[in-house]
């Protein structure tokens, strides 16, 4: 049996997800398993999913997918590059995953490819720092450097979302040199962060109609929409960032300078910049808004202002992620998780108690995301579902 490996958030889970795991197995086979990497309770964006990682991993195997595994927090709130350097490396560890399959604007893995590897290369380093001295974004950098590398047309792949995230993708693939095939998906209906009037919408537009009580039932899967429903009616949800934001203001005034120096992606005075407005502002908006700059984008204001609150440190990236926390899984999961131990480089954690055999800097890893959990819980309008410590007692979700 052929296994296919996604990356995800499934923030929320919704029809284009769907059809990306049921045109994998079109191409590679119905018999194929799925295997998720899903990202937990806050997202690569900088801000809370809108829904718990339990009930998006019992969303996603419930529509299609075979097994979900939780990517630690430290990876959830990272850069595309280290996010994917995390994801794909716990699927390579695993040992038992033959195919990565992404979306991808283009559909065009020889191009998507190229870049991966110009990426790494002296002379693309050669012509960022040219760009970088000129003062430009870095974004706006890398697609210069690579148009002049590899030549023109290939920037703009760093330009579109899945795209630029399948190259960082394919950069940690070949950096461990796993042995897995690429497969692009072409992503139909909205694209990133677009509105459109199609069945198939974007996860900002749904997440938006769900806190706003819009009907989203046309674009979710029947069991995906069936799943967040209950979650709403449990008063488990849905969580925005509003419902969040004392808890997260709170944490951030209690930091001191030093705590801000050893945030991931703290340079160039940026993390004494945000220490400052943290100190004063009322809001997160009005936080983002006082350090944004040209030079930096909001959404790396925003990863490292959460990362200050969750206690995300730089430190937690000198080591690959070290276990594979198992959220749900299907009978042909079952079978899957029976390999992947016998394969494996990497510990499966399948029973809360598992947890206690971990090395101490990957104890250190889960007891991070289960804080984190532990403040998530605390935005549920039910305050019965608040309590403390439920990510070391709960087990995965099976279909049997």
């Known amino acids: 049996m052929t296994i296919a ?31 998720c ?3 937990g309770d806050f997202v690569q964006r900088g801000e809370p999913a809108i829904f718990s990682k339990f009930a998006r991993a019992k969303a996603a195997v419930c529509c299609g997918a075979d097994l979900v595994v939780e990517l630690p927090l430290p990876w959830c709130m990272a850069s595309a590059e280290r996010f994917s350097q995390g994801a794909v490396q716990i699927l390579g560890d695993l040992g038992i995953v033959d195919v990565l399959s992404f979306g991808s604007e283009s559909g065009d893995v020889a191009a998507i490819a190229a870049v991966s590897k110009e990426l790494d290369s002296d002379l693309y380093s050669m012509e960022l720092r040219r760009y970088l001295d000129q003062g430009m974004t870095f974004a706006a950098c ?5 148009e002049n590398t590899l030549g023109p047309g290939y920037g703009e792949i760093l330009c579109r979302p899945n795209d630029n995230l399948a190259v960082e993708y394919l950069r940690a693939l070949y950096s461990n ?5 690429p497969l692009a998906v072409c992503r139909i209906g909205a694209g990133h962060d677009e509105r459109t009037a199609g069945r198939i919408r974007s996860g900002s537009d749904l997440r938006e109609q769900i806190i706003h009580d819009g009907s989203v039932e046309s674009f979710l899967p029947p069991e995906a929409q069936s799943i967040f429903q209950y979650e709403m009616q449990q008063g488990r949800g849905p969580v925005a960032e ?16 030093t705590d801000f120096e050893s945030i991931p992606d703290a340079s160039e005075g940026l993390e004494q910049k945000l220490f400052s407005a943290c100190q004063v502002h009322a809001s997160l908006s009005d936080i983002y808004h006082s350090v944004k700059s040209k030079r930096y984008t909001h959404a790396r204001i925003r ?3 959460l990362s200050a609150a969750l206690g995300i440190q730089k430190m937690h990236f000198f080591e690959r ?13 079952s079978q899957i998780l029976k390999e992947a131990k016998q394969k494996g480089r990497i510990p499966i954690l399948s029973k809360p108690a598992a947890v206690k055999t971990l090395e101490p800097s990957a104890y250190k890893v889960f007891e991070l995301t289960a804080k984190a959990h532990d403040l998530y819980v605390l935005t549920y309008k039910n305050a019965g579902f608040r309590a403390g410590g439920q990510d070391w007692t709960s087990s995965p979700y099976r279909i049997c």
Not at 321 to 333: E, V, W
């Open 142 to 146: 890398r697609q210069k450097a690579v």
């Open 303 to 305: 990863r490292m202002t």
């Open 321 to 333: 992620p070290s276990y594979a926390r198992i959220l749900a899984f299907n009978a042909a999961g």
């Open 177 to 181: 040199a796993y042995n897995m095939k």
């Open 37 to 39: 990497v899903m990202s």
């Open 5 to 35: 490996g996604i990356i995800a958030e499934y923030n929320p889970f919704h029809l284009g997800h769907q059809y990306h795991i049921q045109e994998t197995r079109r191409r590679l086979g119905e018999d194929c398993g799925i295997v």
């Open 242 to 257: 509003g419902e969040i934001e004392l808890l997260l203001l709170s944490r951030l005034r209690m930091l001191a300078k």
